[in-house]
């Protein structure tokens, strides 16, 4: 499944900023939907993921309560709502599928089986 993510930008400390991950080639259905980002010279980290059929989700520490994670079946979307944003923000953001996982929220990188370009996430102070 290809995935085309969008979205990214600059933003004040404490704005606001909606990511967008669509698929092409195939429905989400049955599948876990991660965000995922990296800042210079650091390891991609996960951020929030969904199970696109159950809806349940998770969230790392440092964005809880300020990041959302939701999904539209019928844009075949997944979104990642961030508010609050903070300068440690800053980073490539990637979306990326877990195609094989009908079940439960795969929180490692090496179960995702498909990853989108990145989009950028600069936030300024």
């Known amino acids: 499944v290809q995935l085309q993510a969008c979205g990214g930008g600059l933003m004040q400390s404490g704005g606001s900023l909606r990511l967008s991950c669509a698929a092409a080639?195939?429905?989400?259905?049955?599948?876990?939907m991660g965000w995922f980002r990296q800042a210079p010279g650091t390891e991609r980290e996960i951020v929030a993921v969904i199970n696109w059929s159950s809806g349940s989700t998770y969230y790392a520490d440092p964005v809880k309560g300020r990041f959302t994670i939701s999904r539209d079946s019928a844009k075949n979307t997944v979104y990642l709502q961030m508010n609050a944003l903070k300068p440690e923000d800053t980073a490539v953001y990637y979306c990326a599928a877990d195609t094989r996982r009908r079940i439960g929220l795969p929180l490692t990188r090496e179960y995702y089986n498909s990853w989108g370009q990145g989009t950028l996430v600069t936030v300024s102070s």
């Open positions: 080639g195939r429905s989400f259905s049955g599948s876990a």
